[in-house]
């Protein structure tokens, strides 16, 4: 998203250079396996991924939300996810702004946008967004990958790349 000087009244967002989806991102989760530990029940990992991430068109999320947790984990941010169990509170050193914007407010999103959304919390989507088991096959910068927990090879992470699917489009089109 683009956005220029929002106090001259012709100013424009444009999402067009990066895509319709807010907050779109990439997330790298260290794991403590290594190539070793997986290979053996790969097959099984994968089902049990597939099994417990919602993916593609029309998919629905497993997190109970309803209207009220919706607009709490708007003004919230991950101080929601971490209040829920869903992420651990170091998790947030590695967040813009800890996870939470602290003007955020929840009613400058519609309610048509909020209905999009609500029942896609938690899901992958579709399109280009994945998550993936990879494998450390070389180290470039030993003190960064260190300070992110990776200190090996073989070690297996799995990269995340989502965004807010429906709610994030339905607040483009409406600011674009």
Same mark, same amino acid.
């Given at each position: 998203m683009a956005a220029f000087d929002l106090s001259d009244p012709k100013a424009v967002v444009s999402p067009g250079g990066v895509g319709f989806d807010i907050n779109c991102g990439v997330r790298l989760i260290r794991t403590n396996l290594t190539m070793k530990d997986v290979l053996p029940v790969k097959e099984k990992l994968t089902q049990t991924l597939f099994d417990h991430i919602p993916v593609g068109v029309g998919s629905k999320g497993v997190i109970p939300m309803n209207a009220q947790a919706l607009e709490e984990a =708007?003004? @919230? #941010? @991950? *101080? $929601?996810? =971490?209040?829920? #169990?869903?992420? $651990?509170? *170091?998790d947030k050193e590695h967040c813009e702004e800890y996870g939470r914007m602290l003007q955020a407010d929840p009613n400058k999103v519609s309610s048509r946008a909020k209905k999009r959304g609500l029942p896609q919390l938690g899901t992958l989507g579709a399109g280009n967004h994945y998550a993936e088991i990879q494998v450390v096959e070389e180290i470039f910068d030993r003190h960064a990958a260190t300070k992110m927990g990776i200190d090996q090879l073989n070690q297996v992470v799995l990269m995340i790349h989502c965004g807010s699917r429906g709610m994030g489009h339905q607040v483009t089109a409406v600011f674009a």
């Open positions: =708007l003004e @919230m #941010g @991950m *101080d $929601w996810s =971490l209040r829920q #169990g869903y992420v $651990w509170a *170091d």
